[in-house]
């Protein structure tokens, strides 16, 4: 099991930033990747970024060159900053990590609790 706790949400007019955070605990040793997710009602979960244990990274087009995502291994820990947000930014965010068995070949995920993005126009 992993757990993930969050951080960083709130209200922030366009053209703000802010920075989520995401720390991971439990059976850590077998995450592959971490990202972020976001959700506004009646639409589904989108990926709004990924990182791998390498260090490789994914966005999605409309955040590329504005949110960057990041991790701290020593502090199991994965960051978004987000910069020039945009009212369309407005979501719950949430943090999933990707966690794989090599010994079943089974991969999991693992969800936050969400936080909530305003952005203000």
């Known amino acids: 099991q992993v757990h993930l706790v969050e951080s960083g949400g709130g209200l922030v007019q366009a053209g703000g930033s802010l920075r989520l955070s995401c720390a991971a605990s439990?059976?850590?040793?077998?995450?592959?990747?971490m990202g972020w997710y976001r959700q506004i009602p009646g639409k589904q979960r989108e990926l709004v970024a990924r990182?791998?244990?390498?260090?490789?990274?994914n966005y999605v087009d409309s955040v590329k060159g504005r949110f960057t995502i990041s991790r701290d291994n020593a502090k199991n820990t994965v960051y978004l900053q987000m910069n020039v947000l945009k009212p369309e930014d407005t979501a719950v965010y949430y943090c999933?990590?990707?966690?794989?068995?090599?010994?079943?070949?089974?991969?999991?995920?693992?969800w936050g609790q969400g936080t909530q993005v305003t952005v203000s126009s």
């Open positions: 990182i791998t244990t390498s260090g490789s990274t």
């Open positions: 439990g059976s850590i040793f077998s995450i592959v990747a």
């Open positions: 999933n990590a990707e966690q794989f068995r090599p010994v079943t070949s089974t991969r999991s995920h693992y």
